[in-house]
Structure formats: structure tokens, C-alpha cells
């Protein structure tokens, strides 16, 4: 009996737990392959021919640990086919314009009468209704409207986009996630399942709940480059080393700060301008920028090593696996001979693991069809595959 539940602690605490994921791309996909990293069972029902992210598919790693059936939503078969697939299911994620699945007859109300214990996943950047709901939209627009987009960026510039982590993953990703498993745990207590509406620009403006407290308090200035976390304090920011890298500092806390002064090499007293005055903050950000223009990226990392000063060298993508730290704590992984990012967060009982490759459009209908016991899914496709 131990050893049968130690192997189902190994696929992860969302052992058992089926996901029917409609393809789309960005935060939809992301979120189920979280939920999949987690050990849920999750078959992503592609159309024919897309959607994608036009790479090879080996390289999605937002499709690993999934499944793949390929299934024409437009076809006489294809509803019936998802709705036989909810009503097996405990999740169901989609990310299109709102009605769309209504339309195609796959809507909450047509899987919830099949299935009512089931949690209708929704993803959109605007939400189900508003002026804008069905509007076409991405993640910058999203960012701009809630605030968030107006954080980042140079005081006399324009705001920069942080790629699609602060939007499409963090505010609607998450969210969805956290939306989904409090929705599944209300369903198994009570049996009634129900519509989770994630929204992109309720999660992106959720983030910065902080934030506004930090405004309303009158600790926080409404521009850029002006506080304490933006950039604006000179012992909260970026700095180009000698070779042309980067040195992150966060030293925030006094005796943080002081131990980043002391092994930067400028000296707490009069010769250096007092942190505790902005009118000097110009000042003190140039003292320190001159320092740090001294010495290389390298360098600087040796220095700060294993100290309290809150220093990080600023790495790229393919830099960050071998950075000691994280790949002491494998933080990034292989698999299949793709370097990826492990499954996050950690669990002492249950943990997650990269168990599958990217899922191949079709590839998985027989196996789904006899372990879900959907005897409706299409073949699967034939021709060669990227």
C-alpha cells in the first residue's frame, strides 16, 4: 500500500484531476501546463492546423505534459466530441473572445448540463463583458489601461514592455490557476461547479493592490522614476558594469545598504550624499554608477558573493541555468534535450516534474480516447509532423 501511494504522490498534488484545455495561445496554454506540471491530466484539444505559436512544436515547452487530440470545432462531430470530454472532466480552460464557445455549442451552459460539477476556466484579456469584452486586444494594451504598463520605464521615456510575463502570465495566467483550483475545491465540497471569469486586466490591476495602498498613504508618487521600487532610489536599481553588463542592487534595508556601500568601496559619511534625501538621490546614483563602471560584470559578482548587500549580476536567458545557485536548486531543467524552467513552487509530498516533451498536435488520440473512454474523438492526423 505505501509503495502504490508513494507512485501516485510522484505525478504531483493534482494527481487524478482531468483538464480539457482548448487550444489557443499565450496565458490559456500557459496555465494549463502549470496545472499539468502539477500532475493533472490534460489534453488540449487542437483544431487542424493551428492554433500555435509557429515554432516547431518540440519546442513549446508550454505544451509539456500534456496530451493532444486534434478535433474540428467546426465539423458536424467536433462539439459532441468536447462535450463528451467535459463531461469527464474537472477543469475545462479556453481563452476566445467571449461567445465564441456559445457559438460553437461548447459554452458553460451546454458542458455544465453534461457536466455540473465542472469548472469553466475563462480566459480573456478584457473579461466576459465591459465596453471592451469583445474587442481584440494583447498583452500591452491590457498592461496600459490598469496602470501597471505606467510603472515600468524611464521618467523622461516611454513606459518599456516586460516582454508578456506581467500580463498575459502574471495577471492572467495566475490568476486563472488560482481561480480554477478555489472553483475545483468548492465543486468537490459541494458538487455544483461553476464559470471562472480571468480576466487579464482584473489580475494586472489585482497586482498592483500594493501599490495603491503605498499612493493613498502618499508614500508612492504617481511617475516614474520617482519612488522607492521604480527605479527612483539609487540603491534600488540597475547599474552597467566596465564590460558593458549589469549589476542588479536592492539594498533597501540600512544595514543591507551598508554592507553594499562598504564592499562597493564608497565610505558612509559626508564624501558620500545621504540616502535619506531624494533632493540627493541624483547625486548618490552617480557616486555609485562611477563605482560600478570601475570593475566588470564578474568582477562585481566576486565582491557581492554570499554577502547581505542585496547585489545580483543582471543575466540573460541562456546565462541564467548556470547560474550556481539556481542550478544547485535545478531551477532550470532538461528534458528531452530541451533546457527549460522546472515546475514551480516545490512541494515536500507531492512534487511536480517534467514527466512528457511538448505535445505533437493529434498525437495522443488513442491514448486519450482509451483512457478518458471517448470513443468520439476523431483519428488521429495522418502526415508527417514538424
Not at 472532466?89 to 451546454?110: M, N
Not at 457536466?115 to 465596453?131: A, S
Not at 488560482?178 to 471562472?196: E, K, W
Amino acid at each position: 500500500m505505501a509503495v502504490g501511494m508513494a507512485e501516485a504522490a510522484s505525478d504531483g498534488p493534482l494527481g487524478g484531476v482531468r483538464v480539457v484545455e482548448l487550444a489557443g495561445i499565450g496565458p490559456g496554454p500557459f496555465a494549463a501546463m502549470l496545472l499539468a506540471d502539477l500532475g493533472a491530466d490534460v489534453v488540449r484539444v487542437d483544431r487542424p492546423g493551428g492554433p500555435g505559436l509557429h515554432i516547431d512544436p518540440r519546442y513549446d515547452v508550454t505544451n509539456r505534459n500534456k496530451r493532444s487530440v486534434v478535433v474540428d470545432l467546426k465539423s458536424a462531430t467536433g462539439p459532441a466530441t468536447v462535450l463528451d470530454l467535459a463531461e469527464r472532466a474537472d477543469i475545462l480552460l479556453e481563452g476566445y473572445r467571449p461567445g465564441v464557445t456559445e457559438r460553437l455549442g461548447i459554452g458553460p451552459e451546454a458542458c455544465l448540463a453534461r457536466n455540473p460539477r465542472l469548472v469553466y476556466g475563462r480566459m480573456t484579456g478584457w473579461g466576459q463583458d465591459g465596453p471592451l469584452a469583445p474587442t481584440a486586444g494583447h498583452d500591452l494594451p491590457y498592461l496600459a489601461v490598469t496602470g501597471a504598463l505606467g510603472l515600468a520605464g524611464p521618467a523622461d521615456g516611454p513606459p518599456y514592455a516586460p516582454a508578456n510575463l506581467l500580463g498575459d502570465f502574471a495577471g492572467g495566467s495566475l490568476y486563472l490557476v488560482v481561480g480554477v483550483l478555489a472553483a475545483l475545491q468548492h465543486a468537490r465540497t459541494t458538487g455544483v461547479g461553476q464559470v471562472v471569469d480571468a480576466a487579464i486586466v482584473d489580475g494586472a490591476a489585482h497586482l498592483t493592490a500594493m501599490i495603491h495602498g503605498m499612493l493613498a498613504a502618499g508614500a508612492w508618487q504617481d511617475r516614474r522614476e520617482a519612488n522607492l521600487l521604480d527605479g527612483g532610489a539609487p540603491f534600488y536599481g540597475t547599474y552597467r558594469t566596465a564590460d558593458g553588463g549589469y549589476m542588479a542592487v536592492g539594498a533597501l534595508e540600512q544595514r543591507f545598504y551598508a554592507e553594499f556601500l562598504a564592499r562597493l568601496g564608497l565610505p558612509a559619511g559626508r564624501e558620500v550624499p545621504p540616502r535619506e534625501d531624494p533632493a540627493r538621490w541624483d547625486e548618490l546614483r552617480a557616486a555609485v554608477a562611477a563605482r560600478f563602471a570601475q570593475r566588470t560584470r564578474a568582477e562585481w559578482t566576486a565582491v557581492f558573493e554570499g554577502s547581505d548587500a542585496c547585489v545580483a549580476p543582471v543575466l540573460s536567458l541562456r546565462e541564467a541555468p548556470d547560474h550556481p545557485h539556481l542550478a544547485a536548486r535545478a531551477t532550470f531543467v532538461e528534458h528531452g534535450g530541451l533546457t527549460q524552467p522546472a515546475p514551480a513552487p516545490r512541494f515536500s509530498v507531492t512534487p511536480g516534474a517534467v514527466r512528457r516533451p511538448p505535445a505533437r498536435p493529434g498525437a495522443d488520440t488513442a491514448e486519450v480516447a482509451r483512457d478518458w473512454g471517448v470513443r468520439s474523438l476523431d483519428p488521429p492526423q495522418k502526415g508527417p509532423q514538424r
